[in-house]
T-cell receptor, first 112, second 112 residues
């Protein structure tokens, strides 16, 4: 059973607007959350992370929000740029475990 | 990414044949992982290693075995390939810090 879920397979957004990607998890032991970005024919690359002791982490155009009570996190990209077109994976782990569980991914397309 | 390479990048094999994929790192990291990526499933953990000769199963380990005789090499073997093992396989290392894993560029395996 998938412990990390990304229920939106795709998202289309106009350049300059905000992209919001959502992720839900079921394992209450998860205490570290990450977002990865993947271009075709390449491996996933780290984008941003957040620990369960925080509810927000920001890095430039990227912000991740964590709602522990709802077991939900989201990634905001503002403003969206054409180079942001990629597949985004949400991932989670329990720190003592050293294993990452991934969601199915959301394909983002940024329209000019 | 510098520091982790996968070989081969592409392979076509016949059903029932053995196949070995190689992951090589140059940075002496303890933890290494094999994932497969499939549409609708994201990345799923096959096996991982926490040191030389120390390995453990992930969520989709059936039909796969691994070996790690040296810190730098982590091998994934399909003993008798099946069409359901057609996938893109990613190796990853755990560098520590906030970035979680660093992934290789992937191996696209097709079983015909």
């Amino acid at each position: 059973d998938q412990q990390v879920k990304q229920n939106s397979p795709s998202l289309s957004v106009q350049e300059g607007r905000i992209s919001i990607l959502n992720c839900d998890y079921t394992n209450s032991m998860f205490d570290y959350f990450l977002w990865y970005k993947k271009y075709p024919a390449e491996g996933p690359t780290f984008l941003i992370s957040i620990s369960s002791i925080k509810d927000k982490n920001e890095d430039g155009r990227f912000t991740v929000f964590l709602n522990k009570s709802a077991k939900h996190l989201s990634l905001h990209i503002v403003p969206s740029q054409p180079g942001d077109s990629a597949v985004y994976f949400c991932a989670a782990s329990a720190k003592a475990d050293y294993k990452l569980s991934f969601g199915a991914g959301t394909t983002v397309t940024v329209r000019a | 990414d510098a520091g982790i390479t996968q070989s081969p990048r592409h392979k076509v094999t016949e059903t029932g044949t053995p196949v070995t994929l190689r992951c090589h790192q140059t940075e002496n990291h303890r933890y290494m992982y094999w994932y497969r990526q499939d549409p609708g499933h994201g990345l799923r953990l096959i096996h991982y290693s926490y040191g030389v000769k120390d390995t453990d199963k992930g969520e989709v380990s059936d039909g796969y075995s691994v070996s790690r005789s040296k810190t730098e090499d982590f091998l994934l073997t399909l003993e008798s390939a099946t069409s359901s093992q057609t996938s893109v396989y990613f190796c990853a290392i755990r560098r520590g810090g906030e970035s979680g894993y660093t992934f290789g560029s992937g191996t696209r395996l097709t079983v015909v």
